[in-house]
């Protein structure tokens, strides 16, 4: 057996990631979490005790589980919201994103996922790729037992995450709206499996077609728009707020909204942001320079408002919903997903 065994008390059950209000959900939510959570760790066993202790090792890092846990809240809406499906289609979303976070942290290098080592600081390359393909055969086997269909939807799903993960590596075309092309990262890498976490909810929670496909438009709204307030946040915050360096993604040159956004200015006065933005930012002064410049910029209120208005646009959606606390669950989720940018 792996050294690495389930927490005991795993956050996701404690603290639910989703603003819920309403006693009697949160206590159905917190029940279910930690039937998934006993389940994730159970599904990420291998014959092999190497295999299972690389497999857990993000998994016992924690997380916030948000996608299980949308599944579960959108299965709500329905009137199977307790079945074995709905556990079942929770794991197999969160598997899925926990695979591509170890393939992320090779893509990026990363030393630390969660406050722990990441698998290829722990292990090697050559051990989290592995293991990441492990953990997509283990949410493909799971997905079978949802069906032919939920196989179609995982695969789709999975075209575009990866889709995504890969266009984030390349720059855009010549011809190419860096901003549209950056937009599309986002919704493949992020908003394409949250969109699925609700739509799987909905689906085998017993909804019908009409909450299915509203629910499916919120999420991808939704995922995508969480993605771009972190931009915003990783600019604004200052270190004691985020608990993160602020200008991360600035001083490694990766484009956020922010910054495609400043980088359409044809306003003289911006000739120094632009040239800085096009500068070695690893230099802590220059840096320093473009991040004041960067926040004091017309984008950055650009960015807050076209996330505030995406939030909006999610809202509507849930118009097929009856009002109660699953509606207005959702509804604070989008709403916390414009606050944190504004």
């Not at 993160?244 to 040159?253: F, I, N």
């Amino acid at each position: 057996m792996s050294s690495i065994p389930p927490p005991s008390i795993p956050a996701s059950v404690a603290d639910l990631a989703l603003p819920i209000t309403d006693e009697g959900l949160a206590r159905r939510l917190r029940e279910r979490m930690a039937l998934v959570e006993e389940a994730l760790f159970e599904h990420a066993q291998s014959r092999a005790p190497y295999v299972t202790e690389a497999a857990r090792h993000l998994l016992a890092a924690g997380g916030k589980r948000f996608r299980p846990l949308l599944v579960l809240l959108a299965a709500e809406a329905g009137d199977r919201a307790g079945s074995d499906e709905v556990i079942t289609a929770a794991c197999v979303v969160e598997i899925t994103h926990v695979g591509s976070l170890y393939h992320d942290d090779v893509m990026d290098e990363a030393s630390l996922r969660r406050g722990a080592d990441s698998a290829n600081s722990r292990f090697d390359n050559h051990v989290a790729i592995l293991t990441g393909d492990f953990l997509f055969a283990k949410s493909s086997e799971l997905t079978a037992r949802l069906g032919a269909d939920a196989v179609r939807i995982q695969a789709e799903t999975f075209t575009r995450l990866v889709e995504g993960q890969i266009l984030e590596t390349v720059k855009p075309g010549a011809d190419a709206d860096p901003l549209h092309h950056y937009l599309d990262v986002v919704a493949g890498k992020t908003g394409s499996l949250i969109a699925t976490s609700a739509r799987y909810g909905a689906r085998f929670g017993g909804a019908g077609t009409e909450i299915e496909e509203a629910l499916t438009a919120y999420g991808e709204i939704v995922g995508s728009a969480f993605q771009l307030s972190d931009d915003i946040l990783d600019v604004a915050s200052e270190a004691d707020e985020s608990g993160k360096t602020p200008g991360t993604d600035l001083r490694e040159g990766v484009p956020t909204l922010p910054v495609l956004l400043a980088r359409t200015s044809t306003d003289p006065a911006d000739a120094r942001l632009l040239e800085l933005l096009d500068s070695d930012l690893t230099d802590d002064a220059r840096h320093a320079e473009a991040l004041d410049l960067l926040r004091k910029h017309p984008a950055m209120d650009e960015a807050r408002a076209y996330v505030v208005a995406q939030a909006q646009e999610a809202k509507a959606l849930l118009d097929v919903l009856p009002s109660g606390p699953v509606r207005s669950a959702l509804e604070a989720f989008a709403d916390v997903v414009a606050v944190r940018s504004t």
